[in-house]
């Protein structure tokens, strides 16, 4: 659900640290979901730009005025809520950040909420899903590509 | 005697709320000013409620003189339980009840009268919160959801513990999925701009009507009475893609593909998907109500939508599901109850641009004059 609107469609920016060097790109985005889930749920994200995987270890999440965290961190925020109203914004490490122009992002989102128990519930205590395999996105089974032109 | 009484579940409003259309007191005006006098509130607690689950205090007030306000009345409060909440472990059954009961005491707070659990909440988890229940005076409803129906495991063990205990606080919440007999013209249509072939909906539409008229029992033999329609759907996609589902649910998944295989040429995965609609209906009939009246919480009036009948401008129906006979039975019965609409098409619009959205105020509108004219008012 709400395919087409998940990733706010003027969002997508280079990222600069404080010395103003482009170390990645950040966009914004909402939960696929009718309602909001405790934020320990999010599991990350599959992303591709122009063909490009990025993969969890370099994504974080920035979300309730936060500074953007790990989801090996957001894991732990079992009791912080991410709202339905709210907007997260994931940030993508990658030196350089994306050229100026239109780049097509492929993206799924991962959020363990479901109804009630499922067999896969001791296997993803484990070992939590990789995002992209369609776990986690019971609302939004397939991987939606948008085509998002880069902000200054 | 009484009458039903008809309500709104702001699910029905998710889309505006998302858009930010409708806030939440936008929601609650338009279901008082605008329904041909609806005054009944439900709401699932994590969609509109900021700060879940601690509220500011000021948050209180402010709903209250809403309600005051826009001569509503709060009905039912819908509550989740994500299980890998912690993620270390799967939550017990104490744990489950735990957040049963702090929802309970949010919704005494707001002054529900209801809370509404999921499906596949195991009934020790209600059974764990009863007490907080009937100290708090909440009735406790289980939904029942397609393709879950109303004469199997879920509800008969929440029909004997009541008849055991004679708690007040425990029933269940039909959903009127159940009634539907066919898929959905806008779920159809949603698939088939995702790639599905018009063939296999006419397909799915066609066993789906034979079995609802008798002439064909092809559905009947599958069970699938113990799960939620989104876990089925979500499990039948994994199944096409990785293999891997519940042995038990894996004989009905390859009965729907082989239905398109021997039917359809040309096919791909999504028709599959298609088929897969049949295995979420209930097939449950108005009758089957009888013996639960007394454990009936309330009642989600499910649509997909809601077009004008032909040749009777201004009023309007559901194609895809049953109104008029369980609504007359229910009138018959006595029901006194809230039948609350609960408007789920919304996100079979959304893969398209924001122009091509539907109405969800419209619709609910629609909705209305259809169960006013039905109960009769």
């Known amino acids: 659900m709400f395919d087409n609107f998940l990733i706010r469609k003027d969002s997508l920016k280079n990222e600069k640290d404080d010395h103003g060097n482009v170390i990645g790109f950040t966009f914004a985005a909402r939960n696929a979901n009718y309602r909001g889930v405790y934020l320990s749920l999010h599991n990350g994200y599959y992303i591709k730009v122009d063909g490009i995987q990025y993969k969890r270890d370099v994504q974080t999440f920035e979300i309730n005025g936060k500074e953007p965290r790990s989801f090996e961190e957001i894991k732990t925020a079992i009791w912080e809520h991410w709202d339905y109203d709210d907007e997260g914004i994931i940030h993508v490490k990658k030196e350089g950040g994306l050229a100026p122009g239109r780049h097509t992002i492929e993206f799924q989102q991962s959020v363990l909420a479901a109804y009630g128990y499922l067999p896969t519930d001791e296997e993803w205590v484990k070992c939590p899903p990789e995002p992209g395999t369609g776990a986690g996105s019971d609302k939004t089974k397939n991987i939606v590509t948008y085509e998002l032109e880069l902000q200054e | 005697m009484g009458k039903i009484k008809r309500g709104v579940s702001l699910y029905s409003y998710q889309q505006a709320q998302f858009f930010k259309e409708l806030d939440l007191e936008g929601q609650i005006r338009e279901v008082g000013e605008n329904l041909y006098g609806a005054d009944g509130i439900e709401m699932l607690d994590e969609m509109s409620l900021r700060n879940y689950p601690n509220p500011p205090e000021e948050f209180f007030d402010q709903w209250f003189s809403w309600m005051e306000k826009y001569g509503t009345t709060p009905v039912t409060m819908d509550v989740f339980c994500d299980v890998l909440q912690f993620r270390d472990h799967v939550m017990s059954i104490s744990e489950c009840a735990d957040r049963l009961k702090s929802d309970i005491r949010l919704a005494k707070k707001m002054g529900f ?8 909440t195991p009934v020790e988890v209600m059974i764990e919160a009863l007490p907080v229940a ?25 029909v ?213 004219r039905l109960i009769g008012e």
């Not at chain 2, 009268?113 to 596949?120: D, E, G, H, S």
């Not at chain 2, 005076?137 to 393709?147: L, Q």
């Not at chain 2, 959903?175 to 007999?181: L, N, P």
């Not at chain 2, 998944?253 to 979420?280: C, H, P």
Request: proline share 4%.
């Open chain 2, 160 to 372: 004997d513990y009541c008849q055991k205990t004679g708690t007040k606080h425990l029933g269940i919440v039909p959903d009127w999925g159940i009634f539907a007999y066919r898929p959905s013209e806008v779920t159809l249509d949603w698939y088939v701009r995702q790639g599905a072939k018009r063939e296999s909906c006419d397909l799915v539409t066609e066993i789906c009507m034979d079995n609802y008229l008798g002439k064909s029992d092809e559905l009947n033999k599958i069970d699938l009475s113990l799960y939620s329609a989104g876990n089925v759907e979500s499990m039948f996609h994994r199944y096409l893609k990785f293999g891997d589902a519940p042995k038990d649910l894996i004989p009905a998944f390859n009965k729907m593909q082989g239905m398109i295989r021997s039917n359809v040429s040309g096919y791909t995965d999504i028709d599959f998907e298609v088929m897969g609609q049949a295995l979420l209906l209930s097939r449950t009939k108005a009758e089957d109500l009888k013996e639960l009246m007394p454990y009936i919480v309330g009642i989600h009036g499910k649509f997909y939508n809601m077009s004008e009948i032909p040749e009777k401008p201004g009023t309007y129906q559901d194609i895809s599901m049953d109104y008029e006979g369980p609504i007359g039975f229910l009138k018959e019965q006595g029901y006194e109850g809230y039948i609350n609409s609960e408007y789920e098409g919304q996100r079979r619009f959304q893969d398209r641009d924001e122009a091509h959205l539907i109405s969800e105020v419209d619709q609910v509108r629609r909705h209305q004059e259809m169960l006013k």
């Open chain 2, 134 to 158: 009937e100290e708090c005076d909440i009735r406790m409803g289980k939904e029942i959801h397609a393709p879950i129906p109303l004469n199997g495991q879920y509800v008969n063990e929440i």
């Open chain 2, 113 to 120: 009268k209801n809370v509404r659990t999921l499906a596949t």
